[in-house]
């Protein structure tokens, strides 16, 4: 599995930004679940989403939950997950990498159960 993020960039607090992640490789895209991580500067890369194989569950660090600031989705014809962004702050400023998981605990956001990561989009939001 190879995945490329895109869809970063410069964005002023209380803006929005969808970042997209396209999968290739052999395995079928609807086999295995994908998250999205964040690492910030001088900090360490923490879970934010993730979202099951058939699209029908998603999950959300506490950091973002219960803010509904931030919505994963994915076309599995498309072989692409999203992040959708809204009112973005500072604190969101990061690399944003997604990665995709045949762990049964993806959920959990542990880096370990993720087996593929993508190179990664920076985030820069602006105050």
């Known amino acids: 599995v190879q995945l490329q993020a895109s869809g970063g960039g410069l964005v002023q607090a209380g803006g929005y930004l969808r970042l997209s992640c396209v999968a290739s490789g052999r395995t079928s895209f609807s086999t295995y679940a994908l998250g999205w991580f964040r690492q910030a500067p001088g900090k360490e890369r923490e879970f934010v989403g993730a979202i099951s194989p058939s699209a029908g569950s998603t999950y959300y660090a506490d950091s973002v939950r219960g803010q509904g600031r931030f919505t994963i989705s994915r076309d599995n014809a498309e072989k692409t997950v999203y992040l959708q962004m809204n009112s973005l702050k500072p604190d969101d400023t990061a690399v944003y990498y997604c990665?995709?998981?045949?762990?049964?605990?993806?959920?959990?956001?542990?880096?370990?159960?993720?087996?593929?990561w993508g190179q990664g989009t920076l985030v820069t939001v602006s105050s």
């Open positions: 990665a995709s998981s045949y762990s049964g605990t993806y959920y959990r956001g542990h880096l370990s159960e993720y087996d593929y």
